[in-house]
């Protein structure tokens, strides 16, 4: 649970120092001003800000995992595993029709793998040292399925979309309620001043507020994709690797120590109870299990 809360409280500061940076320069008063196009201006002011910056996060995402894993990228395979690591991600791209991801190798004991890029033809595809060495090839080959499927379904991309509409609401509903708690605090007398602190204030705490309602939202749309990449997994190397991989991730008990800029692309992420499973990025592993043999018997 750790990592979850490290992973919110993240989106929430930066959602914090944008408060503070628009305050600062008077961005968003200048945006909402009559004179800059009102509800128009702020609209776009919200979109740049929210889209923009999901999406720079997602053109940097490569080079994110490779330094925050310290990722090793297969250029010439120096042994027999990683030859054979390279052919079989190579094999499954070829089967989802995707161009061939770079293939990585990331030095952590629990076993784990991830997948990211800025589309389904540029993707890095990397496995830890961990599950190399836990998991038979059978095991391995279901779980570079998995990750190809989230490659070839588009996750990454549709995942940044999601967070940066959801962003794009986030900074306009804050502000636009922060307006009206500003004018009402002030008789309306900031209306055209460009709002005063109590804006400030109230569009800070709203921000959190809003901010955990939409990770909630993000958290939701990744353990619904977490399902279809276990169909990507089973298609590319059947039912039964990919059921028995998930088993053996059961051994790592939620652990994993990959970065919070990249932990909802791992094979599996921490676990919660009650209120604290609405963020989390991976259903239970059981849950999994059992929607695939479900899916072995439809």
């Given at each position: 649970?750790?990592?979850?809360?490290?992973?919110?409280?993240?989106?929430?500061?930066?959602?914090?120092?944008?408060?503070?940076?628009?305050?600062?320069?008077?961005?968003?008063?200048?945006?909402?001003?009559?004179?800059?196009?009102?509800?128009?201006?702020?609209?776009?002011?919200?979109?740049?800000?929210?889209?923009?910056?999901?999406?720079?996060?997602?053109?940097?995402?490569?080079?994110?995992?490779?330094?925050?894993?310290?990722?090793?990228?297969?250029?010439?395979?120096?042994?027999?595993?990683?030859?054979?690591?390279?052919?079989?991600?190579?094999?499954?791209?070829?089967?989802?029709?995707?161009?061939?991801?770079?293939?990585?190798?990331?030095?952590?004991?629990?076993?784990?793998?991830?997948?990211?890029?800025?589309?389904?033809?540029?993707?890095?595809?990397?496995?830890?040292?961990?599950?190399?060495?836990?998991?038979?090839?059978?095991?391995?080959?279901?779980?570079?399925?998995?990750?190809?499927?989230?490659?070839?379904?588009?996750?990454?991309?549709?995942?940044?979309?999601?967070?940066?509409?959801?962003?794009?609401?986030?900074?306009?509903?804050?502000?636009v309620v922060g307006n009206l708690v500003d004018n009402w605090l002030s008789g309306g007398r900031s209306e055209n001043r460009g709002g005063g602190?109590?804006?400030?204030?109230?569009?800070?705490?709203?921000?959190?507020?809003?901010?955990?309602?939409?990770?909630?939202?993000?958290?939701?749309?990744?353990?619904?994709?977490?399902?279809?990449?276990?169909?990507?997994?089973?298609?590319?190397?059947?039912?039964?690797?990919?059921?028995?991989?998930?088993?053996?991730?059961?051994?790592?008990?939620?652990?994993?120590?990959?970065?919070?800029?990249?932990?909802?692309?791992?094979?599996?992420?921490?676990?919660?109870?009650?209120?604290?499973?609405?963020?989390?990025?991976?259903?239970?592993?059981?849950?999994?299990?059992?929607?695939?043999?479900?899916?072995?018997?439809?």
């Amino acid at each position: 649970m750790r990592r979850i809360g490290l992973f919110i409280a993240t989106n929430l500061a930066v959602l914090l120092l944008l408060s503070i940076v628009c305050r600062i320069f008077g961005i968003d008063q200048l945006a909402a001003s009559h004179r800059y196009g009102g509800m128009g201006g702020l609209l776009a002011f919200a979109a740049v800000f929210g889209m923009g910056g999901a999406f720079i996060s997602l053109a940097l995402s490569k080079w994110m995992a490779r330094m925050s894993t310290g990722a090793r990228v297969i250029e010439q395979p120096q042994n027999e595993t990683e030859r054979w690591l390279v052919d079989t991600v190579r094999r499954h791209a070829q089967n989802a029709g995707i161009g061939m991801p770079e293939v990585a190798i990331y030095d952590a004991p629990e076993m784990n793998a991830f997948a990211t890029g800025m589309t389904r033809n540029s993707a890095l595809v990397a496995v830890s040292s961990g599950l190399l060495q836990q998991m038979d090839r059978d095991q391995v080959t279901a779980v570079l399925g998995h990750e190809i499927g989230h490659v070839a379904n588009g996750d990454m991309v549709t995942l940044t979309l999601i967070q940066g509409v959801l962003n794009t609401l986030v900074i306009l509903a804050a502000r636009v309620v922060g307006n009206l708690v500003d004018n009402w605090l002030s008789g309306g007398r900031s209306e055209n001043r460009g709002g005063g602190l109590g804006y400030f204030v109230v569009v800070m705490v709203l921000q959190m507020v809003f901010g955990l309602f939409a990770s909630m939202i993000v958290a939701a749309f990744s353990r619904w994709r977490e399902f279809r990449a276990d169909a990507a997994g089973a298609r590319f190397a059947g039912r039964g690797s990919m059921i028995s991989a998930l088993q053996r991730l059961q051994v790592n008990h939620g652990a994993s120590t990959l970065p919070n800029t990249i932990a909802a692309f791992g094979i599996s992420g921490p676990l919660a109870e009650g209120f604290k499973r609405l963020f989390m990025s991976h259903p239970p592993l059981e849950e999994r299990i059992a929607a695939l043999r479900n899916l072995e018997a439809a």
